[in-house]
């Protein structure tokens, strides 16, 4: 057992900017707007800190992949107590198409590279919603997985999760080496702070590119078109029960 | 003439602006009122009364933290759970 983490962070447009579609309906607007670390990619960083700190592991790796201004993400990453980062170059159309599958195929080959015991993740990043990228890295790497997890136990080598499930909790115990994403009651992440901040410029971010990890990155996906959800339609308010039936008929609900 | 706490406070003043930046009502909001706050006491010299004030700015810096993760958790409950939950 290595001891080591490795924790996947993702640079999003910050949860608090009100979205807007581009003009010419490709995507939408990022110049310019404020971008933040995924909230449930904080609580993952947060909770492989914790068993850190615990003294369950010994070292905390934060992996992003993208262009330059990922390394602001790694940076918060190492403010909050990672030891070290991992940047994975991906600009240009590359990063447009970057998805689940090529990050799981990413995160895979670091994973052996590294020889990390667990792999936690955010559920889902709030720009994409995937919700993809945990489960494929497990099945690349053949390891068992505990997803949605709201509360998490190491013990040795065996991981206790206890998963949030449509019916509600469901508790598994899995081997480790093992891939777990985090949901949203998990833990509360600690906010870095400027000294954080400053003590963590003296961590290391080593410069990785995917061609390097045998990883290809091409999509085969494609994006058509981007456009905003339906203006929701304003309610009517009816007098008696009489007028919402003959609004009901109206409309050819009844 | 320089107070030996005249680091700390500008240490606090700092820490207080990077918080600042996700201000709900937005950084020159905040950059404002925290300025006006400092300058408000600016004159204070006794070093009783100075650390008073720090301990009360790191408060606030607490406080911030709380506002902050409350508003995500709660923006982040609203969007990806159940009612009931």
């Known amino acids: ?45 947060e909770e492989a800190v914790k068993l850190k700190e615990k003294k369950l592991i010994k070292e905390v790796v934060a992996v992003s992949c993208g262009p330059q201004q990922v390394q602001e993400t790694i940076r918060t990453a190492l403010a909050m107590g990672a030891d070290r980062g991992i940047h994975v170059e991906v600009s240009g159309k590359d990063y447009e198409t970057l998805g689940p599958l090529q990050v799981s195929k990413i995160l895979a080959a670091l994973a052996k590279k590294e020889q990390a015991d667990l792999i936690i993740l955010g559920k889902q990043a709030i720009d994409d919603d995937c919700n993809q990228t945990g489960q494929m890295t497990a099945a690349l790497l053949d390891w068992p997985q505990g997803t949605f997890a709201s509360e998490v136990t190491l013990d040795a080598d065996k991981l206790k999760v206890v998963r949030e499930i449509d019916g509600g909790l469901e508790t598994i115990k899995i081997k480790l080496p093992a891939v777990v994403t985090a949901d949203l009651r ?55 029960v009489d007028d919402l039936v003959g609004k009901l008929k109206e409309a050819g609900r009844i | 003439m320089s107070n030996p706490l005249r680091g700390d406070v500008i240490r606090l003043y700092k820490n207080l602006l990077y918080l600042g930046r996700d201000y709900p009502k937005g950084t020159a909001y905040f950059r404002e009122r925290l300025k006006a706050a400092f300058m408000k006491n600016k004159d204070v010299t006794d070093p009783e009364k100075i650390k008073k004030l720090v301990d009360r700015g790191e408060f606030v810096i607490k406080e911030l933290e709380a506002l902050y993760f409350l508003r995500k958790y709660r923006a982040m409950k609203k969007r990806y759970y159940e009612p009931e939950h």
Request: charged share 30%.
């Open chain 1, 1 to 45: 057992m290595s001891g080591r983490v490795l924790v996947g962070v993702k640079r999003v447009i910050d949860y608090a900017v009100k979205i807007r579609v581009k003009p010419d309906h490709t995507g939408v607007v990022t110049d310019g707007v404020k971008h933040s670390m995924n909230p449930f990619c904080e609580i993952a960083v």
């Open chain 1, 186 to 240: 998990l833990n509360t992440p600690r906010y870095a702070t400027l000294p954080n901040i400053m003590k963590a410029k003296k961590k290391k971010i080593a410069n990785v590119k995917p061609a390097d990890l045998g990883v290809d990155v091409s999509s085969r996906l494609e994006v058509l078109k981007v456009d905003e959800p339906p203006q929701r339609q304003a309610g009517v308010k009816v007098e008696t």
